[in-house]
T-cell receptor
Framework: GPKVLQIPSHQIIDMGQMVTLNCDPV?????FYWYKQILGQQMEFLVN????????KSKLFKDQFSVERPDGSYFTLKIQPTALEDSAVYFC????????????FGEGSRLIVV | GDSVTQTEGPVTVSESESLIINCTYS????????LFWYVRYPGEGLQLLLK?????QKGSSRGFEATYNKETTSFHLQKASVQESDSAVYYC???????????FGDGTQLVVKP
């Protein structure tokens, strides 16, 4: 089936540094998402993105977070600066259309902030 | 708020036994929620198992079934005879028709013994 690829699969970073998580969504998809899962907790919505803009974001999407997808490239989540509580697995997802449509997820990027 | 509660794992069953993983939801901001079961097999990304968007309807896939019960706000996952290859983590989720946010349960790890 359709695949969403995430790079890196895991990364360890010093607190205060910047990190960029990359997502290669399914090729004909137009809507992109990031979810965050802290170890032992639920997977929670961070943000969705369409047509170059953030459509909706949750309280978890702090000011230090940003997303973008320059034409033809990865859909990225950037955290600058990172904090210890940002340690989690970040899942990217994409869908063809918006509300109610099936999301296709990547395998996640495990971020450890030390 | 909007939330999902599901059977706490791990759930261990023997091959060819029947399975039920309970899921109940609360949809306070979503008038007509869509309900999903996602599954994560070992070493793979999260993928959709089945989806039901209309109350009273049943979804099925790979021998699994779930019925959208609006009266009991439930969406239990059932299978008559599990196989070892069904070992995975199963997530119940709900989403809206008019937004792209999906709320996930904690996930239930299923272990099928040969």
């Amino acid at each position: 089936g359709p695949k969403v690829l995430q790079i890196p699969s895991h990364q360890i970073i010093d607190m205060g540094q910047m990190v960029t998580l990359n997502c290669d969504p399914v090729s004909n998809h137009l809507y992109f998402y990031w979810y965050k899962q802290i170890l032992g907790q639920q997977m929670e919505f961070l943000v969705n993105f369409y047509n170059g803009k953030v459509m909706e974001k949750s309280k978890l999407f702090k000011d230090q977070f940003s997303v973008e997808r320059p034409d033809g490239s990865y859909f990225t989540l950037k955290i600058q600066p990172t904090a210890l509580e940002d340690s989690a697995v970040y899942f990217c997802a994409s869908s063809t259309t918006g509300a109610g449509n099936t999301l296709y997820f990547g395998e996640g990027s495990r971020l450890i902030v030390v | 708020g909007d939330s999902v509660t599901q059977t706490e794992g791990p759930v261990t069953v023997s091959e060819s036994e029947s399975l039920i993983i309970n899921c109940t939801y609360s949809a306070t901001s979503i008038a007509y929620p869509n309900l999903f079961w996602y599954v994560r097999y070992p070493g793979e990304g999260l993928q959709l198992l089945l989806k039901v968007i209309t109350a009273g309807q049943k979804g099925s896939s790979r021998g699994f079934e779930a019925t959208y019960n609006k009266e009991t706000t439930s969406f239990h996952l059932q299978k008559a005879s599990v196989q070892e290859s069904d070992s995975a983590v199963y997530y119940c989720a709900l989403g809206g028709h008019s937004n792209n946010r999906i709320f996930f349960g904690d996930g239930t790890q299923l272990v099928v013994k040969p």
